[in-house]
């Protein structure tokens, strides 16, 4: 089973870079997300989606975009890679919406901006 | 900004011993849930907790949900190495965005 995928697994930027970080799942969920983690300030919410076509702002958004063409894929683009992004990077589903619906995670993107 | 604050950030103890982790916030919950992520890989889902003064127990593993649904704790009896990991709790404060705490780095010595 898939579940979700991400990738590159590790990358490596120079600051004012463009990249775009993949995420595909295969369990048709509706909601996607994406989050960084930093030490010691667990899992902070960039961006989601609520179903194919509708985004919303997380709490950290400033410095990505993301799209939601198809129920399948939640794509994050760094715009201009500043080495504040320098993170792990996590996408998550869930069939629903729902704050007891359980979050399936990728294994995350290693991501460094030099 | 509404914060899910978890203590202690990390803990270190010996295999056998007994431990709690916290997870607090000044505002109340809906539900919440509690993860654990080991190195390199991503979340997974441990338990959910819905109603005011429930309590969940997987294996060695006890879940609480304080009365007032601010507060969540997590008890492990006779800890052992797989147990190993970061702990993390997770809600939403009346809105889409699911809100994860600053997590628990639990090491358990064999």
Known sequence: NAGVTQT???????????????????????????????????????????????????EVPNGYNVSRSTTEDFPLRLLSAAPSQTSVYFCASSRIWGADQPQHFGDGTRLSIL | ?????????????????????????????????????????????????????????????????GDARKDSSLHITAAQPGDTGLYLCRTNFGNEKLTFGTGTRLTIIP
């Not at chain 1, 509706?30 to 983690?37: F, K, L, P």
Request: aromatic content about 10%; glycine content about 10%.
């Open chain 1, 8 to 58: 590159p697994k590790f990358q490596v930027l120079k600051t004012g870079q463009s990249m775009t970080l993949q995420c595909a799942q295969d369990m048709n969920h509706e909601y996607m997300s994406w989050y960084r983690q930093d030490p010691g300030m667990g899992l902070r919410l960039i961006h989601y989606s609520v179903g194919a076509g509708i985004t919303d702002q997380g």
């Open chain 2, 1 to 65: 900004t509404q914060l899910l604050e978890q203590s202690p950030q990390f803990l270190s103890i010996q295999e056998g011993e007994n431990l709690t982790v916290y997870c607090n916030s000044s505002s109340v919950f809906s539900s919440l849930q509690w993860y654990r992520q080991e190195p390199g890989e991503g979340p997974v889902l441990l338990v959910t907790v819905v109603t005011g003064g429930e309590v969940k127990k997987l294996k060695r593993l006890t879940f609480q949900f």
